[in-house]
């Protein structure tokens, strides 16, 4: 088995998680820029075994694609392009962001490093991946 990998997509900042290999553990990656994410993810799939991508997919409350479905679309093409032999599923991030910072609260984080967003994103990237793995498991 190889290791699934999250991406939580932003204009600015991507942040990333990841599987162990036994696709059990969903752990935080890092942050990325997101003009380097691809370089990134090519440098990465050529030292780690990733069977699969998995992009949260942003929506409204009424089920709708948020504004920022756009930008994960381009990503998207350009991903299949560049790492054609990967697949990805989308996973709903509602409230990700959110979590990600009660997650924050609850672990004792203080008020500063909870203002750091790159470490919102990287959280934000694991619940996505958490979902992913939760509603697949056997």
Same mark, same amino acid.
């Given at each position: /088995?190889?290791?699934?990998?999250?991406?939580?997509?932003?204009?600015?900042r991507?942040g990333?998680?990841?599987?162990d290999?036994?696709?059990?553990?969903?752990?935080g990656?890092t942050t +990325?820029?997101?003009k380097?994410l691809? =370089?990134?993810? $090519?440098?990465?799939?050529?030292?780690? @075994?990733?069977?699969k991508f +998995?992009?949260g997919?942003?929506k =409204? /409350?009424? @089920?709708?694609?948020?504004?920022?479905?756009?930008?994960?679309?381009?990503?998207?093409? =350009?991903?299949?392009? +560049?790492?054609?032999?990967?697949?990805?599923?989308?996973v709903?991030?509602?409230?990700?962001?959110k /979590?990600?910072? =009660?997650? /924050?609260?609850?672990?004792?984080?203080k $008020?500063?490093?909870?203002? @750091? $967003?790159? !470490?919102i994103?990287?959280?934000?990237?694991? !619940?996505? !991946?958490?979902?992913?793995?939760? $509603? @697949?498991?056997f």
């Amino acid at each position: /088995m190889g290791r699934i990998l999250a991406i939580d997509y932003g204009t600015k900042r991507t942040g990333l998680a990841v599987t162990d290999e036994l696709q059990i553990i969903a752990s935080g990656l890092t942050t +990325v820029a997101t003009k380097d994410l691809l =370089q990134f993810l $090519k440098d990465y799939i050529t030292s780690e @075994n990733v069977e699969k991508f +998995v992009v949260g997919e942003p929506k =409204q /409350m009424d @089920n709708t694609a948020s504004e920022s479905e756009a930008y994960i679309q381009k990503f998207l093409e =350009q991903l299949a392009k +560049v790492i054609p032999h990967i697949p990805v599923e989308r996973v709903d991030e509602r409230f990700t962001s959110k /979590m990600a910072f =009660q997650t /924050m609260i609850d672990s004792g984080l203080k $008020k500063k490093q909870r203002q @750091n $967003k790159a !470490l919102i994103d990287e959280i934000s990237a694991t !619940l996505i !991946l958490q979902s992913y793995l939760s $509603k @697949n498991s056997f």
